[in-house]
């Protein structure tokens, strides 16, 4: 079946501005992460759902940083007035329950610029 | 906390070469281990992964045994290829039933294969 999928796959803004990033999951996934991959700090942990609450948003950054999931399904992770060092490729991953021995699936990421 | 220290890279071998990149972890409980594996302009996908100690996770030629008392899952392969170039990351998922399973993730090894 599909996997995991998310737009844009590359966004450029100003400094200032919001943006949204999209992740679809794979159907049925009831566990969905989002991750940060930047050259200084590697790929770090944002935030967690499991089914449409977040029992984890330990790894958010700051109070400009913040997600929702509706339905189970989608999820959207939206960084407010963004800075330079917002820079990096946000990657989101489901998987199938909340188990650590579960394979977390990823998706191609989405490049932000934020120049 | 918890956390995975992988061998810094680059590593460049010569194809057909035996690799071995180490991995050390700290973990309280009982954590799963992964390795991810990165190539060239695509997501992070899941190489191999053992969910208990002595577990031997294979695919793809590469293996890795889950050793407890040396808190090591060191990955290796008897004969490179120059498809194997890539970007591998050791990590771990939290084993004591927390509120959460995000990977923690090492700081990942650039492999390059010469011909």
């Known amino acids: 079946g599909a996997g995991v999928s998310q737009s844009p796959s590359n966004k450029v803004t100003e400094k200032g501005k919001d943006v949204e990033l999209r992740c679809d999951p794979i159907?049925?996934?009831?566990?969905l992460y989002w991750y940060r991959q930047s050259l200084g700090q590697g790929l770090e942990f944002l935030i967690y759902?499991?089914?449409?609450?977040?029992?984890?948003k330990s790894g958010l950054p700051s109070d400009r940083f913040s997600a929702e999931r509706t339905g189970g399904s989608v999820s959207t992770l939206t960084i407010q007035r963004t800075q330079q060092e917002d820079s990096a490729v946000y990657l989101c991953?489901?998987?199938?329950?909340?188990?650590?021995?579960?394979?977390?699936?990823f998706g191609p990421g989405t490049r932000l610029t934020v120049l | 906390g918890d956390s995975v220290t992988q061998m810094e890279g680059p590593v460049t071998l010569s194809e057909e070469a035996f690799l071995t990149i180490n991995c050390t972890y700290t973990?309280?409980?009982?954590?799963?281990l992964f390795w991810y594996v990165q190539y060239p302009g695509e997501g992070l996908q899941l190489l191999l992964k053992?969910?208990?100690?002595?577990d031997k996770g294979s695919n793809k030629g590469f293996e890795a045994t889950y050793r407890k008392e040396t808190t090591s899952f060191h990955l290796e392969k008897g004969s490179v290829q120059v498809s194997d170039s890539a970007v591998y990351f050791c990590?771990?998922?939290?084993?004591?039933?927390?509120?959460?399973?995000?990977?923690?993730f090492g700081t990942g090894t650039l492999l390059a294969v010469q011909p």
């Open positions: 053992a969910t208990k100690a002595d």
């Open positions: 990590a771990l998922t939290g084993g004591y039933g927390g509120a959460t399973n995000k990977l923690i």
């Open positions: 991953a489901s998987s199938s329950s909340r188990r650590g021995t579960d394979t977390q699936y």
């Open positions: 159907s049925g996934h009831t566990a």
């Open positions: 759902f499991q089914g449409n609450s977040a029992p984890d």
């Open positions: 973990a309280t409980g009982y954590p799963s």
